[in-house]
């Protein structure tokens, strides 16, 4: 790697630390709690397992377009 490509490498690391550093110092609130989020992912889940047993094999998308006879 030559002189300049290297000045140019070190630069951009450069600014991606800064920007990095910039956008951790600004907290993040917390948008749900844990209890909310796993609720809503063990109902996803439990939703998703009954319609797929409800569903055709390749999916009711699949027996519309004609994919599926």
């Given at each position: 790697m030559s002189a300049p490509e290297?000045?140019?490498?070190e630069r951009l690391s450069e600014l991606f630390q800064a920007?990095?550093?910039d956008i951790d110092s600004?907290?993040?609130?917390?948008?749900?709690?844990?209890?909310?989020?796993?609720?809503?992912v063990r109902c996803a889940r439990a939703l998703d397992s009954s319609r797929r047993a409800?569903?055709?094999?390749?999916?009711p998308a699949a027996r519309r377009d004609g994919l599926v006879p």
């Amino acid at each position: 790697m030559s002189a300049p490509e290297r000045i140019r490498e070190e630069r951009l690391s450069e600014l991606f630390q800064a920007w990095r550093a910039d956008i951790d110092s600004v907290p993040l609130p917390r948008l749900v709690s844990t209890e909310t989020a796993v609720a809503l992912v063990r109902c996803a889940r439990a939703l998703d397992s009954s319609r797929r047993a409800a569903e055709p094999p390749d999916g009711p998308a699949a027996r519309r377009d004609g994919l599926v006879p």
